[in-house]
Nanobody
Framework: QVQLVESGGGLVQAGGSLRLSCATS????????MGWFRQVPGKERVFVAA????????YYADSVKGRFTISIESAKNTVYLQMNSLKPEDTAVYYC???????????????WGQGTQVTVSS
């Protein structure tokens, strides 16, 4: 079992920055992919960014490319999402997710954290 715990959410003004963290524990694999997804009330959970456990492969949703950066600190088994130039439309609950093998598809991730709220005010 893989356990994920997100942190770092909060309230920021448009144009500001936040850094989300996802601490992992339990069984891990060299091929694990870590992903960030987000969801707003009444809408589906959508992909934001993903990174391979080795950090060699990354992928971003078009809506965040150039503003968000996903990274891994291997020694701490922690994945980060650095969010810059935040916009009100980035407001959502952000979820960390994991799977064995690289993917950007929500349905293919089977381990999820509890989520952390990000609110961007105008």
């Amino acid at each position: 079992q893989v356990q994920l715990v997100e942190s770092g959410g909060g309230l920021v003004q448009a144009g500001g920055s936040l850094r989300l963290s996802c601490a992992t524990s339990g069984r891990t694999f060299s091929t694990y992919t870590m992903g960030w997804f987000r969801q707003v009330p009444g809408k589906e959970r959508v992909f934001v960014a993903a990174i391979s456990r080795g950090g060699s492969s990354t992928y971003y949703a078009d809506s965040v490319k150039g503003r968000f950066t996903i990274s891994i600190e291997s020694a701490k088994n922690t994945v980060y999402l650095q969010m810059n130039s935040l916009k009100p439309e980035d407001t959502a609950v952000y979820y960390c997710a994991a799977r064995a093998g690289f993917s950007t598809r929500r349905a293919e991730f089977d381990h999820w954290g509890q989520g952390t709220q990000v609110t961007v005010s105008s």
